[in-house]
């Protein structure tokens, strides 16, 4: 079992910044792909970005690319989800999600492919 604890976000305006972290207990994730979804009222959870278990492969959904950068420190057994730029229409729920099941150093596309989920943690941009 591991347990993750999102945090970071908050109340701000289009065009700040914002940086998530996801902290993981009770199990390593060093061994694991990671993952940050997102869920608007309303909407499906949507993937947002995933990072392989040694850092070196990262995808990212196309709404946030070049604004959102995912990262990972083994050490501290936290990942990351700095956003940059953040528009109106980032605003959801935000969700780090670890695939222990996964065998290969390639992160995940697809909610299904994740097994451990956290809380999430509620992210609002103004206009």
């Known amino acids: 079992q591991v347990r993750l604890v999102e945090s970071g976000g908050g109340l701000v305006q289009a065009g700040a910044s914002l940086r998530l972290s996801c902290a993981a207990s009770?199990?390593?994730?060093?061994?694991?792909?990671m993952g940050w979804f997102r869920q608007a009222p309303g909407k499906e959870r949507e993937f947002v970005a995933a990072?392989?278990?040694?850092?070196?492969?990262?995808y990212y959904a196309d709404s946030v690319k070049g604004r959102f950068t995912i990262s990972r420190d083994n050490a501290k057994n936290t990942v990351y989800l700095q956003m940059n730029s953040l528009k109106v229409d980032d605003t959801a729920v935000y969700y780090c999600?670890?695939?222990?099941?996964?065998?290969?150093?390639?992160?995940?596309?697809?909610?299904?492919?994740?097994?451990?989920w956290g809380q999430g943690t509620q992210v609002t941009v103004s206009s």
């Open positions: 990072i392989s278990r040694s850092g070196d492969r990262i």
């Open positions: 009770e199990r390593s994730i060093s061994t694991y792909n």
């Open positions: 999600a670890a695939d222990s099941l996964g065998i290969l150093n390639t992160p995940r596309i697809t909610r299904g492919a994740y097994d451990y």
